[in-house]
């Protein structure tokens, strides 16, 4: 079983849901992570086994992430990895009895992509409304914000800033930083070093953010190793940024580490910070 860490007194928990990539390593979903804050819960991102991994979650205590509670969820970017698990992350939880729409905030390109999912399952939503099953029709629903820097959603629990980051040549791609009534937390996206992202935590209580290890890096083909430099966060740098911007705690996730041991990421990342860090695991809570 994959572990499972409470912090029973905290009034907000972050929980990893996927700390995978686009390799297709089985104990590691595709990459997604939530915030929950007083019974609620807030995805960011929605790697392929989202919902399982909640449900995974909810088996284990925490009711926030049951599927019929996934109402909330944000996208950094549109890369496949973080968005493959959108149309499971609609569609089971309305079969489940989510008796809402699902509010959906991500960059421009986000209201496309809910609309082509709805059209591509017409047939099934149609069916699962008005036969047998007769579906709550608001559950079929998706509310759709797309975003620019700033604040972009605020409710009695969280609110919730955009910070534009660079990736990989998408034009609108973003980190989230969650103000919540106990905590303050950032959660990276995929990038490139950002001292935007340093700027946004300052101190904040946790510092989730994506890495490669650069050994790792050195066993793949260059064509592979020019794009990873240019899209993503080398532990060296993942360090340099941390110490900048002093969370309570660094948490690794997005982890591209092509056969390397953690010792031996914990050993890239100790080269250029001396804070705490955890390499993240499907399913830790912080």
Partial sequence: MLPLLFLTWAQTQ?????????????????????????????????????????????????????????????????????????????????????????????????????????????????????????????????DVTEISPGIVYKDANVTVTAIAIPHAGWKHSFAFHFQTPDKRIVISGDTVYSEAIAKACNGCDVLVHEVYSELGLTRRPPLWQAYHRNAHTSAHDVGRLATIAKPKLLVLTHLLLWGVSDDQLSKEIRETYQGTFKIGRDLDVF
Wanted: proline fraction near 7%; aromatic fraction near 4%; hydrophobic fraction near 40%.
């Fill in 14 to 142: 972050v929980v990893l849901l996927g700390t995978g990539t686009p390799n297709t390593d089985a104990l590691r979903a595709g990459p997604s992570t939530a915030v929950v804050v007083n019974g609620s819960s807030y995805v960011v991102d929605l790697g392929p086994g989202v919902v399982r991994r909640a449900a995974a979650a909810a088996e284990q205590g925490i009711q926030a992430l049951a599927p019929e509670n996934l109402k909330t969820a944000f996208l950094t970017h549109l890369h496949s990895d973080h968005t493959a698990g959108l149309p499971d992350f609609f569609l089971t939880p309305a079969v489940l009895d989510r008796h809402a729409p699902l509010k959906l905030i991500g960059p421009r390109g986000t209201k496309s992509m809910a609309s082509h999912i709805r059209a591509a399952y017409k047939e099934d939503i149609d069916l699962r409304i008005h036969l047998l099953e007769k579906g709550d029709p608001l559950s079929y629903k998706i």
